[in-house]
């Protein structure tokens, strides 16, 4: 079977999943048949698509297997609803929906359908995770103390002006819950839970620090702590407004030492040893070979429920 794959969105990160989907299709991995924008889609996402896909701007339109969804995040759940309910599994991007009710919509209806969800963390597929769990397993740093993420890049106004949605609480009356942790590092986060063991569960507390240099409606600078009944608190720091970029990292403390890695570059160091990292297994792929196959999902909607 050589499923078909249509994306929702041809600008901004959703050219990024184009690319990758066209470079599949040129491997005869999957066929991709289409994209649908309510906007004008960009000349490259043109050039991308093959011939005989379809390019639309109503998603009803397309019939597929897999549908990714990398459009605004406050149109995450009637997209994801809609392809759910045509049949098809989902590559849902970050962040996946943005409220709890939702996510338990969401889970539901793939459930019942019996339909894969995967997230578009893409950390998730970082060979970097096993490695770590192996060496927590191990005993390698003690006894697991907490887990901590941190980043800070520099974001400019003209990065908030990019979309009506960038530094936004609400638009139309609908929630967006931009912010530093919720959105460009919310791989930080989902990171950090999965590597405590705590990404499928909801904190028993959670405390926030909200702040914002830029004059802009939601944070550009936060820290989150989240604390687990039976498991290490999760504290998470990260700014927008940094004087210079730094590659945001995870550090798992323990008793005797501790594991760093910076998850975009996968450099990981175990008690300050640099540790080879085998490349990142792409979310897509593993989407098709999970549909095909019924190999595991590396970063599945369940796991993003602390999120």
């Known amino acids: 079977m050589i499923p078909a794959v249509v994306v929702f969105g041809t600008a901004g990160h959703a050219l990024t999943h184009l690319r990758r989907a066209r470079a599949l299709h040129d ?11 309510v906007r004008e889609p960009p000349e490259e996402a043109r050039a991308l698509l093959p011939a005989g896909a379809k390019l639309t701007d109503d998603p009803r339109e397309l019939v597929a297997d897999i549908a990714v969804v990398a459009t605004p995040p406050h149109t995450h759940l009637p997209l994801a609803r809609a ?6 599994h989902l590559l849902l991007e970050k962040p996946p929906v943005l409220d709890l009710d939702s996510f338990g919509e969401l889970e539901r209806l ?7 969800c995967q ?6 597929g970082s060979a970097a995770v096993p490695l770590v769990r192996a060496a927590i397993a191990r005993g390698e740093i003690g006894t697991v103390t907490g887990i901590a993420a941190a980043g800070a890049w520099i974001r400019r106004d003209r990065y908030f002006g990019r979309t009506g949605w960038a530094g936004r609480r609400r638009v139309g009356g609908q929630p967006v819950v931009d912010g530093a942790l919720t959105n460009p590092f919310a791989h930080a986060v989902a990171t ?7 990404a499928n569960l ?3 507390q959670l405390t926030v620090e909200l702040y914002r240099a830029r004059a802009i409606e939601s944070d550009d600078t936060a820290c989150a702590r989240l604390a687990f009944a039976g498991a290490p608190d999760v504290v998470v720091a990260a700014t927008l407004a940094a004087a210079a970029d730094h590659q945001p ?5 323990g008793t005797q030492g501790r594991i760093r890695w910076e998850y975009k570059t996968d450099r990981l160091e175990i008690r300050g040893t640099p540790t080879p990292v085998d490349p990142p ?8 070979e999970h549909v095909r196959d019924g190999v595991a999902l590396r970063a599945p909607l369940s796991a993003t429920r602390a999120f």
């Open 27 to 37: 491997r005869g991995e999957i066929v991709l048949a289409g994209a649908c924008d």
């Open 83 to 88: 392809a759910l309910e045509a049949g098809c």
């Open 110 to 116: 793939a459930r019942d359908r019996g339909l894969a």
């Open 119 to 124: 997230t578009g963390f893409q950390s998730f």
């Open 192 to 198: 950090a839970l999965l590597l405590n063991g705590t």
């Open 202 to 204: 909801l904190p028993d």
């Open 249 to 253: 990292y995870v550090l798992v403390h």
């Open 281 to 288: 297994e792409d979310l897509l792929v593993n989407l098709v």
